[in-house]
């Protein structure tokens, strides 16, 4: 393309494309109260499913009385595990290779396990009924610990007894679910026991729930005349979900239509599977009606796809100086019930070797161990890159302490071990290849931005003054440089249930010059519509609003593997801009026929085809359209339509550098945080505006999770925050300001040079909350104390450094 021209210019800002912060299109119909969730699809005759749930953590099922429930007017069927048996849909295969009971078969495993499905007119009959089911249940002995269940004699899933080899290899004890081991044991053991310094830390991220503000729900239509299948929902992978649909239920596959409707947040709680969309859809083939079933807050809270819970020790070995020599990291991951988690099958664990983070670590290895326990299983959740969040979090706080036994600046120490701009690609100890990156840029830049030196002196004169008495508060800062790992994934190594993990976009343009694109992934929130078309305009030249994107119709759109991950820009978005350049290369050789020309002898300028060397004269994208469609043109069929399946060569790697500056009230553990900076790198920027969003957003919820969010179980297996008066969501009261910055460091494979973001703030936001808050009693020896730092917490800390008098 010749440089812009005024003229040029002018057009290009014209077609809203690349770069622009064009409003999200979406948001006419959202802030008018005309989106379309699945509970406000309401079909003619639908019925209301609600479930029996368990009581019990961990329990016999002895007998289920449905009698009382029937009696019931308005109650429709219930249905129970022995129902389904004879389907072979009493239980399911989960995305992680395990499977899963859709109905208490027998026993139940988890609080708020499925045991009976009811089905009613209304939702409050099927409420009604539920509590007439009579279910008496035998309690068995409850493990939350996945320490304690890897030593216990209770076997938990008596299904797998015996069973010594598992989706992911041996298994070593009945509670044991994988071993999975990455990089040098050996070798890393070498250097440790060589190393000048060494530190060892243990830490617990704890169990997380994104919460979404719409819960899981479906709404299935078994059409018995036609075969039929339609079924809504929540899907982060609506044509996965198809394909399991089809493959437990024996329904063809074109029998299948699945439709995720606009969805109110996703946020990894509704990429897996659950019992809900497997009953609906029951129900609907044995009633012969259309069933709805959507969870309430508690249910969602309760039962649906958790994230984290991840006892992780960390070893580094570092010269005197603090260069990084070697890294161990042992991971003990609590899964619950059944491995549900989503990652692609060859990482059980996910990406958790990414956790050399952002530096040169020449020697490293890890291994994870999944335990089952007597909590919801899962889990992929929360702006998770697939386990990248746990990964920031241990090498983020593994720097810091660090830092504090050579008695070093946490900054200068990132600083001197960061993988230099020259080295990338960059190969990893644990396997990756990094695409691009240039981290001391973006380092130095924060650091500038906050007046790092500064905050230090500040942060010294304050604690001589908390010395000396005149102050109670101490001042953290939280510093945190993440390696993000997006775009799951290069076929060759990604898959999910064998499904290769590409994604896909289908345009057509329409004879007057505008266009529909439909991709294989399903915005919930992201603003895909606005953003995808946006790329599509500088491809083609033709005014983002004039561009319809459709997503999550399984009937219309092509195959793809859905949204999760921050996989949708970087392969989906990919497979959009590959589309627009087929698209583009049609155009041409109409252009040039039009033009009387060379297909050659013409170039893309913006929105048109002009000749070379005479830029006057030009046919525009739009009449190309026209022209598509009304002439004959020798050697080429009628029409302009393309389709990419997309499968990418590498990930890509965004990066950020964050600086969280916090004060604390040592008496009372509130925090305040004065200042937050996030400078991210995610390559070519789409749509600036809507990375903003996304990394506030992002950054809300590693507040929520740093200071205050957790799903917390008692002994018995009890959850004790399954409501909203327990567990910590944050309002604008306690969200701070936060300034955003950005580097663009493009990657090099993929055909934009984008990134993914929509995972970073949040991957990054955890460990630079954490690590303001332990910055702050760093001088007074703290080394290293468990999230979530909640007030309680916080002062707690501070007793016990003797901080109180
Ligand atoms: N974008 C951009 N320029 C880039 C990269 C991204 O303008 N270089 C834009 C994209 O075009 C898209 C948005 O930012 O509109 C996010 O893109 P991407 O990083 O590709 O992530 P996905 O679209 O695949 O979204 C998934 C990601 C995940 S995994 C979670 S979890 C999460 C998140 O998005 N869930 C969300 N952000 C969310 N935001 C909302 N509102 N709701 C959710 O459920
Ligand atoms: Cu890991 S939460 Mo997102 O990948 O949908």
Known sequence: MNDLTPDSKERSTNLKGLGCSRKRVEDVRFVQGKGNYVDDI????????????????????????????????????VLTAEDLAPLGLHWMPTLAGDKQMVLADGKVLFQGQEVAYVVANDRYIAADAVELVEVEYEELPVLTDPFEALNSDVVLREDLEGQTEGAHGPRKHHNHIFTWEQGEEEATNQVLDSAEVVVTESMYYHRTHPCPLETCGAVASMDAVTGKLTLYGTFQAPHAIRTVVSLISGIEEHNIRVISPDIGGGFGNKVGAYSGYVCSVVASIVTGKPVKWVEDRIENLMTTAFARDYWMTGKIAATKEGKITGLHCQVTADHGGFDACADPTKFPAGFMNICTGSYDIPTAYLAVDGVYTNKAPGGVSYRCSFRVTEAVYFIERMIEVLAIELDMD???????????????????ALGWEYDSGDYHRAWDKAMEAVGYQGLRKEQAERVEAFKRGETRKLM????THFTEIVGA???????????????????????????????????QGQGHATTFAQILASEIGLPADSITIEEGDTDTAPYGLGTYGSRSTPVAGAATAMAGRKIRAKAQMIAAYLLEVHDDD?????????VKGAPERFKTMKEIAFAAYNQAIPGLEPGLEAVSYYDPPNMTYPFGAYVCVMDIDVDTGVTEIRRFYALDDCGTRINPMIIEGQVHGGLTEALAVALGQEIAYDEQGNVKTGTLMDFFLPTAWEVPNYETDHTVTPSPHHPIGAKGVGESPHVGGVPCFSNAVHDAFRAFGLRHTNMPHDHWRIWRTANELGLHG
Do not use: W
């Open 42 to 77: 309401k079909l003619p005759g639908m019925l209301h499913g609600d479930f029996v749930r368990s009581p019990y953590a961990h329990a016999r099922v002895i007998s289920i009385n449905k009698e009382a429930a029937l009696a019931l007017p308005g109650v429709v069927a």
């Open 410 to 428: 946490a900054a200068e120490l990132r600083r001197i071990n960061f993988i230099k701009k020259e080295q990338f690609p960059y190969q990893s």
């Open 476 to 479: 953290g800062i939280g510093l």
């Open 489 to 523: 994934g290069p076929v060759k190594n990604c898959d999910i249930l064998g499904l290769g993990m590409f994604d896909s976009c289908e345009i057509r343009i329409h004879p007057t010059g505008s266009a529909i694109a439909r991709l294989g992934t399903i915005s």
């Open 602 to 610: 013409v170039e893309f300028d913006v929105d048109r085809f002009a």
